[in-house]
Nanobody
Framework: QVQLVESGGGLVQPGGSLSLSCAAS????????MAWYRQSPGKERELVAS????????NIAVSVKGRFTISRDNAKNTVYLRMNNLKPEDTAVYYC???????????WGQGTQVTVSS
């Protein structure tokens, strides 16, 4: 059974930091590119960051470039999203995804809420 389980979301003040984790199971993690998406109420789901199977190549959305970093640990079947200098507009549900290409989702996690507010 394929599972992607996100954790690390929560409430943070503007300018603060959060680290999200996504633990994968039920498929060969190292065979898939991984990505983080986010969705705010009334908006379409947005691709935030993606990473190659070996972790060497990453793509970061312009809206978060310089503030967010994606990484992965294939030994732990886990992908991470480090978010610095958070802004209120970063408030969203963040989803982990396993997929192919740059980027075609195949599997999804259930999402974790990130709220940036003072």
């Amino acid at each position: 059974q394929v599972q992607l389980v996100e954790s690390g979301g929560g409430l943070v003040q503007p300018g603060g930091s959060l680290s999200l984790s996504c633990a994968a199971s039920g498929f060969r993690f190292s065979d898939y590119r991984m990505a983080w998406y986010r969705q705010s109420p009334g908006k379409e789901r947005e691709l935030v960051a993606s990473i190659s199977r070996g972790g060497v190549t990453t793509n970061i959305a312009v809206s978060v470039k310089g503030r967010f970093t994606i990484s992965r640990d294939n030994a732990k079947n886990t992908v991470y999203l480090r978010m610095n200098n958070l802004k209120p507009e970063d408030t969203a549900v963040y989803y982990c995804s396993a997929g192919t290409g740059w980027f075609e989702p195949v599997y999804w996690g259930q999402g974790t809420q990130v709220t940036v507010s003072s």
